[in-house]
């Protein structure tokens, strides 16, 4: 593997998951695989698991990890070729990312999406410049459209508590107080659409996600049917595609709540975190026993080593 920026990244989901397997059972058992190789871990935006379980994950193959907070600690950086930098930016992204391309052997990046301009996001373009200018392999730690190791780790936790072999899994849209990137959702659909799963995505009108990732689906605009029979509950917000990074309600009638989870198949309750309490999710469904939050979490440091180790034995 020579970049982790989408499922098309990988060659065989199943293999994947299998090697993820095996790096659960035997975390240090590929410690000198990063020996002498380093990893800079690239933040443009806030972080709690990311952050963490990638040092984790590096530190479990012998890899030294350099974490960065470009608005914190470094130069304001330009995007836009051509650019006069007679602004804030004092940098721009070719030297940048060809001076951190130099000092390290793979670089990770976290970027979100600004929700101004829909096709600037979607173009992926602090993502794509890192790719074009580093001159090393990159992994996408939450980019524009996508969040893939949230996604593996996510599918990861489905197999090890799935009991039937095709379960129903749903994505439901949940309130929020303000307006969230699609990077969750649109990875979480690109990866359960390959995965042995029957998916359900449920949201209210409007909120549908960009044709690319929604394919064939056709969203069920009725919660509570979505919910019947599922043996999955994946919560997210997301800001609406089509009138492009609005929040076009926040009705609390779509929080997740126990009388809700009532109408499932005895459902997991999943949350890529951080989530909002009473408001995305009520307190008894995110306490409760069928709750896999933090297991979610913690499977985050599986995906990255799972990635991290395909990358390095290829180099
Ligand atoms: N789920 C997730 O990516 O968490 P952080 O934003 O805290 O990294």
Redesign the pocket.
Known sequence: MNQFLNIKDISSLPDLLEEAKEVKANPFGWKSLGKNKSICLLFL???????L?SQRAAQNLGLDAVVLDVDAGSWKLEFADGAVMNGDSAEHIREAAAVIGAYFDVVAI?AFAELKDRDEDYSEKILSAFVNYCGVPVIN??SSTG?P??ALADLITIEEHKKVAKPKVVLTWAPHPRAIPQA?ANSFVEWMTVADVELTITHPKGYELAPQYLGDFKPEYDQQKAFEDADFIYAKNWSSYTEYGKVLSNDPKWMITVEKMKFTNKAKFMH???VRRNQVVEDAVLDSSDSLVIEE?AN?IVSMQTVLKKMLESM
């Not at 935006?45 to 952050?51: Q, V």
């Open positions: 935006n806030p972080s709690l698991r990311t952050r379980s976290r730690m939450e969040h190791l949230q969750v890529c975190l951080p979490a985050r």
